[in-house]
């Protein structure tokens, strides 16, 4: 087993954020940069209205309002997780055409009091779409197949979710 008990942070170049200087617990924040998600040549979801959540080793997980997410390609499954900070979570289902992706958007209809600003927005898996953008920036996902980090050239790690990372 690969374990890093202790990562060593990435130093921040003028302009970049360390994820190492996120806090735990997580915290939220209003975001007006263009988030874009793109699946199969349809833009998914769009908004200068978006909330960034922010917690230490991680990437930031962007939501975006309902008003904002081309709902009709959306199906709800019955998968649901707990998070520590957030609450009861459940996920969405993809379908455009004959393409059906399963678990590629969650959210949090009654998020805990302190993320209720995040109520019934949704984020999507980087990895699970054709593309997912950032202003102009195109993102790179957080790895491993449970967190959903977006990540730009603005962010520096070492990301969790990484090969060896599970115990940071």
């Given at each position: ?8 942070p ?8 360390s ?43 962007y ?35 004959d ?37 102009e ?17 603005d ?14």
């Open positions: 087993m690969n374990i890093q008990p202790h990562p060593t990435i130093e921040p170049q003028a302009g970049q954020e994820v190492w200087n996120y806090p735990r617990p997580a915290i939220w924040e209003y975001t007006t940069k263009n988030l874009r998600v793109i699946c199969q040549d349809i833009i998914l979801a769009e908004t200068t209205k978006g909330i960034r959540v922010l917690e230490t080793s991680h990437p930031p997980m939501y975006i309002p309902p008003e904002d997410i081309k709902l009709e390609y959306l199906v709800e499954n019955p998968r649901k997780t707990w998070c520590e900070w957030k609450g009861w979570c459940r996920y969405f289902d993809v379908k455009i055409g393409r059906y992706i399963p678990n590629a958007m969650w959210s949090y209809p009654e998020p805990n009091p302190s993320f209720a600003a995040i109520a019934h927005y949704g984020s999507f898996y980087v990895n699970l779409m054709d593309a997912c953008y950032v202003d920036e195109q993102v790179t996902p957080q790895a491993g197949d449970f967190y959903g980090g977006w990540i730009t050239s962010i520096v790690g070492p990301f969790k979710g990484e090969l060896g990372t599970k115990w940071w």
